[in-house]
């Protein structure tokens, strides 16, 4: 990448934002119109209140979870929670397409808040954590870089795709990317260090030995 050694997790990372993003600008400069055209009692102000819903959520939510990240040993609960965020968050263009009220939007809004939050907070442990040493602003700028590239690109192309095709195949769309985002993190989940434990597993053994100690 540019003639940068980058270490395999990282690079990962970047190439699983990069699809991820793209995906989801496909869509976001035109949400406002399909809420709008689309949904049954849509405005401005529903548009406004859905954005809302996603930006709050999503911020409220990102301090509880990394704290409960960093309570954790090992960072397979960080890989796990950014897994499954991501895919969660995938899932969500789906809904809009069956989506016909503001209720559904702020639902699906809701669960894509929830989603990235849980992404983002293993996303930014895991990422700091390998980032090789003595590159961290240039990882860090090919990350945010290979993404606004990407979401810009997407953006335009998405604003072509909804006016010669609409809605539907754009949803589809950013739905497959935002999938293959989640799914290229299966490649490094050998590489990632620890158990997840939070010292809840017991075992039958350790109970019957207490019970004779009494």
Excluded at 117 to 125: D, E, I, P, Q, Y
Aim: with cysteine.
């Amino acid at each position: 990448m540019l003639g940068i050694k980058i270490n395999r997790i990282v690079k990962y990372l970047v190439l699983s934002d990069l699809v991820f993003w793209a995906g989801w600008g496909l869509v976001t400069p035109v949400f406002a119109i399909f809420i709008i055209e689309k949904i049954e009692g849509g405005s401005a102000f529903v548009a406004g209140m859905s954005a809302a819903i996603y930006w709050i959520l999503m911020s409220f939510l990102r301090i509880p979870i990394g704290i409960f990240l960093d309570t954790c040993p090992g960072e397979r609960d960080d890989y796990w929670f950014l897994t499954v965020g991501l895919f969660i968050a995938a899932l969500v263009p789906f809904g809009f397409i069956f989506a016909s009220t503001p209720l559904h939007i702020y639902l699906l809004q809701a669960v894509h808040a929830v989603g990235i939050a849980m992404s983002l907070s293993g996303w930014s442990a895991i990422f700091t954590r390998h980032i090789d040493k003595g590159q961290e602003a240039t990882e860090w700028g090919i990350d945010a870089t290979s993404v606004g590239f990407g979401t810009g690109i997407s953006g335009a192309i998405g604003g072509w795709a909804v006016t010669q095709f609409g809605f539907n195949p754009v949803f589809i769309a950013v739905g497959i990317l935002g999938l293959i985002g989640a799914a290229l993190l299966f490649c490094i989940r050998n590489n990632i260090k620890g158990v997840f434990d939070h010292g809840l597993h017991f075992s039958f053994k350790e109970i019957f030995q207490k019970e004779e100690k009494i």
